[in-house]
């Protein structure tokens, strides 16, 4: 049988410091190809576990495996490798550069990631195609990251995790600033992108309206629990 897209067993990871947030989690898969939807309220645990899954911070104990392989077997610059490899992160926040143009924001993670940019193939034409995939106006390359609505910004972010065909793409509560009509037109482009990629599809949300296109659906508390230290 294939790999799990994203397999973690007897995990275990504890924020460092005085009343530190832990969690643990026993066993959790993403299958390939596989789209799954973790629900959890604000301050759940989300974004903590999301970042074990990209190799952001190392498990205590236990084994979080991605694409078959063992993020702690790597050391931190080696995890980075990886991610900007195999994983094409949405955060929460978009984390683009405002001042840079929008190609060189998509262009970043190619960077870091030899392979992922032989698969982009023309980076330029692929950033260009995806671009107007999303949605995003013909021109939008050239422009500054900052000057682009919030919406726009957000497709750009999507461009950015998809370029060069990650296996894995994580996201981050990325509808959180659009309304109701734009968070479902903008649902459809990732999964139609991800879909296209084959990729496999993990993000977290509070939200539990966006639940109908997600392959699964698991709310955080049933995998995983948390615990915060007395001060
Ligand atoms: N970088 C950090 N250093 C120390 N503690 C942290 C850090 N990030 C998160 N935490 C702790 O982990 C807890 C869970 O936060 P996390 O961001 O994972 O939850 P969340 O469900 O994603 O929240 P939200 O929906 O509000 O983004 C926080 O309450 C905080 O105490």
Redesign the pocket.
């Known amino acids: 049988m294939a790999e799990p897209a994203v397999a973690l067993t007897d995990v275990t990871f504890a ?3 005085r ?3 832990s969690l643990a989690c026993p066993s959790f898969t993403v299958d390939l190809g596989e789209s799954v939807l973790l629900l ?10 999301l970042s074990l899954v990209c190799g952001i911070v190392a498990a205590d104990r236990g084994n979080v495996v991605v694409d078959g392989t063992d993020l702690g077997a790597l050391r931190s610059g080696a995890r980075d490798r990886f991610r900007a490899e195999r994983i094409g992160v949405i955060f ?1 926040q978009f984390n683009l550069l405002p001042y840079a143009r929008v190609a060189d924001n998509i262009l970043l993670p190619l960077r870091f990631a030899p392979e992922r940019r032989a698969r982009a193939g023309d980076a330029r034409d692929e950033a260009a195609r995806l671009c107007a995939a999303l949605g995003l106006p013909g021109d939008v390359l050239a422009t500054q990251a900052g000057r682009l609505s919030v919406g726009q910004q957000q497709r750009v972010a999507v461009a950015r995790a998809l370029i060069g065909a990650p296996p894995l793409i994580v996201a ?2 990325p509808t959180s600033a659009l309304d109701a009509g734009t968070q479902d037109s903008f649902l459809s482009l990732l999964f139609g992108q991800a879909d296209k990629l084959g990729s496999s599809l993990l993000m ?1 949300s ?1 939200d539990e309206r966006l639940g109908g296109r997600f392959d699964r659906i698991i709310r ?1 508390e049933d995998i995983v629990t948390t615990e ?1 230290l007395a001060t």
Do not use: C, I, M, N
């Open positions: 924020w460092p410091g009343g530190g947030f959890g309220a604000s301050g759940s645990g989300k974004s903590t576990f929460q981050d509560e977290v509070h955080l915060r």
